[in-house]
């Protein structure tokens, strides 16, 4: 658990010279599954970072459940353009961690999905598809997806 904070602060770390341009940082919500908070950071116009954070304490028997996910995404600007519009592809790689009442699931998680930002509002939409694989404690599939809404500041 104490490698996988530390990668993740790591990936962070990484993404703090994107601090300096206005719109680099995006902050939302993420409907779907899981459903939850999401932080997006541009390194640059081609390569982000994002994370995602979900979290249930009402699971049965008065359990808990929290989900953690963080990606370095590949971004096309420029690829696919609809009407002088940019929707931007983009495909990735991280790490996602299930933790619950007494487990800990740690896997790969491998994003892919569609984004737009609005050229007059500081708002960007984002659909989402994810596919899991959990490594440890025992090897399983799972999948994630939904729509994101981020303000860009």
């Not at 696919?80 to 961690?97: K, N, S, T």
């Not at 299930?98 to 569609?114: E, Q």
Request: net charge negative; glycine share 16%; with cysteine.
């Amino acid at each position: 658990m104490k490698r996988f904070l530390l990668a993740i602060l790591l990936a962070c770390a990484a993404g703090v010279p994107a601090l300096a341009d206005p719109g680099a940082v995006g902050l939302g919500v993420f409907l779907g599954q899981p459903t939850g908070l999401t932080l997006g950071i541009d390194m640059n116009r081609s390569n982000w970072l994002d994370f995602k954070a979900a979290w249930n304490f009402a699971a049965p028997q008065g359990g808990f459940n929290i989900i953690l996910q963080g990606d370095y995404q590949l971004a096309f600007p420029g690829s696919l353009v609809i009407e002088g519009e940019d929707f931007v592809p983009y495909v990735g790689i991280g790490a996602e961690a299930a933790i619950g009442d007494s487990s800990l699931d740690l896997g790969v998680h491998l994003p892919f999905g569609l984004a737009y930002r609005f050229r007059k509002a500081p708002i960007e939409l984002f659909l989402e598809l994810g596919l899991g694989l959990y490594l440890f404690p025992a090897t399983s599939f799972g999948v994630s997806g939904g729509l994101g809404i981020r303000y860009r500041f």
